[in-house]
C-alpha cells in the first residue's frame, strides 16, 4: 500500500530572520497545507533546506511536523546522507519521532557504486521498520540508482516501497517501473512531468509547486487517479511557465522568494544559498501573475 497518492509537497524550512528555524510559521504552513488538499507532508528534504540544518535541527524540525500534522496526512522525513551511519541515526530518529515513513536521498558527494547503493538501502532499511521512499536526483547527487539497482533493492529489503524520481529521464522511469513489476510506487520529482509520470504509473507527486499552489497540485493528481487524464493534462500545462520561473535558479530559493511575494514570510535561506536575483525576481512575479497567484 503506497504511503500516500497525490500530491506531497517538499515544504520549505522557514526562517527567523536571524536564521533560526521559525517553528511557528512551519505549523501555518503545515496546516495550510492540509486545509488546501495536500495528500503528504514532505519534511527536510531538499526544498526544506536540509543540508545546511545541523542534526540535532534536523531532528527537531520532523519531530515539529508530525506533531504540527496530528495524523491528519502521513509525514515523510528526509533522512538520507552522504554517511550510512548518519542516514541510519536520522532515519532512527525519525521513526521514534512518529513519521509515518522515510525519504532516502542517494549519498552524494562520494559517488558510490552501484552495489555501494544496494548496501545503503539495505542497512538503512534492517534499521527501521517504517516505509522508505528511494530519492534519485543524480543533478544534485553525482550518483543515479540504476533501474537494474532499484530492483535490486526491493527484493532485499521489503520495507523500500516506492521511489521519488528526479531524473527527468522518462526512458529510465520506464525501464525501473518495468523492472519492479508493481512492487514499487513511483512519485514524480519533476513537477514538470508529473501527468507524463503517472501515465507510466506513478502515483503523484514530491512537489515544489506545491508549497505555493497546493490545491492544484492536488487536483491534478487525484484528476488523473480518478480517470480525468484531460483535467490532470490541462493543469499540468497551464502551470508550465510558473514551473519553469520556480526552478531558474537552484531549488529552494525561488519557492522561497515567491512564498514571501506571497506573504507567507518564509524568511530567508542559509548560507552558501544566496538570495534571488532582481532579474529573476521580476521573471518570478510576471509568472505568478500571469498564472493568477498575484
Not at 262 to 289: D, F, Q, S
Amino acid at each position: 500500500m503506497a504511503i500516500f497518492k497525490g500530491s506531497g509537497v517538499a515544504i520549505v524550512t522557514p526562517m527567523k530572520n536571524n536564521e533560526e528555524v521559525n517553528y511557528e510559521k512551519l505549523e501555518e504552513l503545515i496546516c495550510w497545507q492540509i486545509d488546501e488538499g495536500t495528500d503528504c507532508i514532505v519534511i527536510t528534504g531538499t526544498t526544506g533546506e536540509s543540508s545546511t540544518l545541523t542534526t540535532e535541527e534536523h531532528i527537531k524540525v520532523i519531530a515539529a511536523a508530525v506533531e504540527f500534522t496530528k495524523h491528519r496526512v502521513p509525514v515523510v522525513a528526509g533522512t538520507g546522507s552522504n554517511c550510512t551511519r548518519e542516514a541510519i541515526h536520522l532515519s532512527q530518529e525519525a521513526q521514534a519521532a512518529g513519521a509515518d515513513g522515510l525519504l532516502a536521498v542517494t549519498p552524494y558527494y562520494n559517488k558510490a557504486t552501484q552495489e555501494g547503493l544496494v548496501r545503503y538501502y539495505t542497512d538503512i532499511a534492517e534499521s527501521v521498520k517504517i516505509p522508505i521512499i528511494l530519492y534519485n536526483v543524480p543533478g544534485r547527487t553525482g550518483c543515479n540508482i540504476l533501474p537494474e539497482t532499484v530492483a535490486t533493492i526491493c527484493k532485499k529489503a521489503p520495507n523500500v516501497v516506492a521511489m521519488k524520481d528526479a531524473t527527468g529521464n522518462i526512458a529510465q522511469a520506464t525501464r525501473t517501473l518495468y523492472l519492479t513489476d508493481g512492487k514499487l510506487d513511483y512519485y514524480s520529482g519533476e513537477d514538470g512531468i508529473v501527468v507524463p509520470l503517472m501515465a507510466l504509473g506513478a502515483v503523484g507527486v514530491i512537489s515544489v509547486w506545491a508549497n505555493i499552489e497546493p490545491k492544484t497540485v492536488h487536483q491534478m493528481c487525484m484528476s488523473f487517479l480518478q480517470g480525468n487524464t484531460q483535467k490532470a493534462l490541462q493543469l499540468q500545462l497551464a502551470a508550465q511557465p510558473l514551473i519553469e520561473a520556480l526552478f531558474c535558479e537552484v531549488n529552494p530559493i525561488p519557492v522561497k522568494a515567491a512564498l514571501n511575494i506571497m506573504g507567507k514570510e518564509v524568511g530567508p535561506l542559509r548560507a552558501p544559498l544566496t538570495e534571488m536575483t532582481e532579474a529573476n525576481v521580476t521573471k518570478l512575479k510576471k509568472a505568478m501573475k500571469e498564472y493568477g497567484l498575484l
